[in-house]
C-alpha cells in the first residue's frame, strides 16, 4: 500500500531534488524513499547497540559465559574422557 504525503521543500533543495533524480534517472520519490531507508537503518543499528550496551553494563560480567572458571579446552576434555 502506499500513502501520499506532500512535503515543503525550499526552492534550493527541490531543484537539487529533481537534479539527483535527472542524473540518476529515477523519479524523486524512489530518491527520497531510498534517503530515508537509508538513514532509518542507520538510526536503527545505533538504537540496537545502545540497547547491547545497557545489557553489557546491567549483566555485569554474567553475559559473559556461564563457566567463568573453566576454559572451553577443558571443557572440551572433560566431555571426551
Same mark, same amino acid.
Given at each position: 500500500m502506499?500513502?501520499? *504525503?506532500?512535503? &515543503?521543500?525550499?526552492?534550493?533543495?527541490?531543484?537539487? &531534488?529533481?537534479?539527483?533524480a535527472t542524473q540518476n534517472k529515477r523519479t524523486m520519490t524512489s530518491l527520497v524513499e531510498e534517503m530515508i531507508e537509508e538513514r532509518y537503518k542507520s538510526i536503527k543499528?545505533?538504537?540496537?547497540?545502545k540497547i547491547l550496551k545497557n545489557i553489557e553494563k546491567t549483566a555485569n560480567g554474567v553475559g559473559k559465559g556461564l563457566f567463568l572458571? *573453566?576454559?572451553?579446552?577443558s571443557i572440551k576434555a572433560e566431555i571426551n574422557v
Open positions: 502506499t500513502i501520499r *504525503k506532500n512535503f &515543503l521543500f525550499d526552492e534550493e533543495v527541490a531543484k537539487h &531534488l529533481e537534479e539527483l543499528v545505533k538504537k540496537r547497540m572458571d *573453566k576454559s572451553i579446552q
